[in-house]
């Protein structure tokens, strides 16, 4: 019955902020409102230079990894990881400003299916803060902290993938309409001094499918690393959802014993405003 109840509030909270979202959906915004970094990308054939087309909202993140992307003032942002053994990690972000954002996660593993008990992990900040909005040669840039961590080893009480911590990312476009990079460093662990690094890169094609490719975790230890691969289809301009494809080629196990391999994830996120 717990779980049941769980898994039910998960999903009337989710259409609570879609209903939220569609209402306001009508309302005009002003014409002066600051826009979100949102690559150029080329027309599609027969449309109009003036037509006002309604554009797909960026993405915040691609796998794992951050883009510079932040949300406009008065808009959240909703991500749903499914992950491996019925879990599910929650984010939900706000734009406090515009280029400023602050959220909160939470997981919950063995929410989904018949594994028990289901745990429910402490919640972790987030924020991000875009101090450069980027043009046609000099990227996007941002600073921020996520301290939500990954796969959590009961035994020792801490995650088998460390939290990001503190990261500066940058994302820009590379010549062609719809590839963008956006590579990051970042420092986790603040008592060692370990600092890491992302390599994604997206390629977006028509605001309609996404291909990803993520190398993440770069550190001294280089078998650590990850490889992540994926897909996002854009279903509305705020509503996508992902396949992906994490750690291709890890093996081993964790320091927990749980094995240390290639997991698929499914992810939902909408974006609305307020």
Known sequence: MGRARALALFLVLG???????QSDAA???????PKPYIPIRPLNPGQDQNTNAEE????????????????????FYSRSRFYSAGGIL???SFGVFNGLNIGVSVSLDSLIGRESPIRVRAPEAQIKYRFYDGGRFVPAMAVGYDGQGYDYDQITKNYNENRRGIYWV????????????????????????SFGGSIPVTYTYRDRVAAML???NINSL????RLNVGVRFFVTPALHIDFAVRGIGQSGRFPDGTHRGTERVI????????
Do not use: K
Request: charged residues 10%; aromatic residues 6%; contains cysteine.
């Open 15 to 21: 259409l609570c902020a879609g209903a939220r979202a």
């Open 56 to 75: 797909i909202n960026p993405s915040l993140d691609v796998i794992d990894a951050p883009t510079a992307a932040t949300l406009d003032q008065g808009s």
């Open 170 to 193: 940058a994302s820009q476009e590379l010549g062609i309409p719809g590839l963008e990079v956006h590579p990051s460093v970042n420092l986790s662990d603040f008592n060692s001094s």
């Open 27 to 33: 309302a005009p915004a002003p014409a002066n409102a």
């Open 222 to 225: 280089m078998a650590q690393s």
């Open 267 to 274: 992810q939902l996120v909408y974006t609305g405003s307020f």
């Open 214 to 216: 993520e190398w993440d």
């Open 90 to 92: 929650q984010y939900l």
